[in-house]
């Protein structure tokens, strides 16, 4: 089943904070995080495992809460570059190496 | 430079034809896979394929067929049968690490039926 990632949709001004959630009904292995500039293929960012994980890169990091089945992308002091679809794709418990992905949240930054 | 390439960029074909997107990695990964992006939406898997002449559906793989013969390429066929083929197609191949595995994507086919 596809996770639910939350919000849909959000506008921010430079400089400004967002957090982007991903969440699933069924145990996970791992979270997988990707921005999609428009027209554009999907972008790895990062990885996070079982154990509540939290990763960072630059000013965009990532937690994982596997008991909630839950994953937070955060991003901090937000760039005009951040912009774009943000998606989360989750492996379930079994390691097959397969993701699926959540319908995306789109961050548009402006000045 | 190590990457993966789809070619073409974009494609237009006539209702009812057949037809092959192209896909090649030379990263020496394992693993590949064909996603479908429909505006708007998520992305969803097709067909995967963890090893040469292995390959399973994914969740939406009615309508088209995959080969590996070779671990650099992973051509999808978008048959006739498809009854809504126009979209953005996604390559993507994976290389593990540690205990899990990195999926990294090519620049994709968009695909138009008429």
């Known amino acids: 089943q596809q996770p639910v990632q939350s919000p849909q949709a959000v506008i921010l001004r430079e400089g400004e904070d967002a957090v982007i959630n991903c969440s699933s009904s069924?145990?996970?292995?791992?979270v997988h995080w990707y921005r999609q500039k428009h027209g554009e293929a999907p972008v790895f960012l990062m990885i996070l495992l079982k154990g509540g994980e939290q990763k960072g890169h630059e000013k965009i990091s990532a937690s994982f809460n596997e008991k909630k089945q839950q994953s937070s992308l955060y991003l901090t002091a937000s760039q005009l570059s951040y912009s774009g679809t943000y998606f989360c794709?989750?492996?379930?418990?079994?390691?097959?190496?397969?993701?699926?992905f959540g319908t995306g949240t789109r961050l548009t930054i402006i000045p | 430079d190590g990457g993966i390439t789809q070619s073409p960029k974009y494609l237009f074909r006539k209702e009812g034809q057949n037809v092959t997107l192209s896909c090649e990695q030379n990263l020496n990964h394992d693993a590949m896979y064909w996603y479908r992006q429909d505006p708007g939406q998520g992305l969803r898997l097709i067909y995967y394929?963890?090893?040469?002449?292995?390959?399973q559906k994914g969740d939406i793989a009615e309508g088209y067929s995959v080969s590996r013969e070779k671990k650099e390429s992973f051509p999808l066929t978008v048959t006739s049968a498809q009854k809504n083929p126009t979209a953005f197609y996604l390559c993507a191949s994976s290389i593990h690490r540690d205990t899990t595995y990195e999926q990294y994507f090519g620049p994709g086919t968009r695909l138009t039926v008429t």
């Open positions: 794709g989750t492996e379930n418990d079994f390691g097959n190496e397969k993701l699926t």
């Open positions: 069924k145990a996970l292995y791992s």
């Open positions: 394929s963890q090893i040469v002449n292995d390959f």
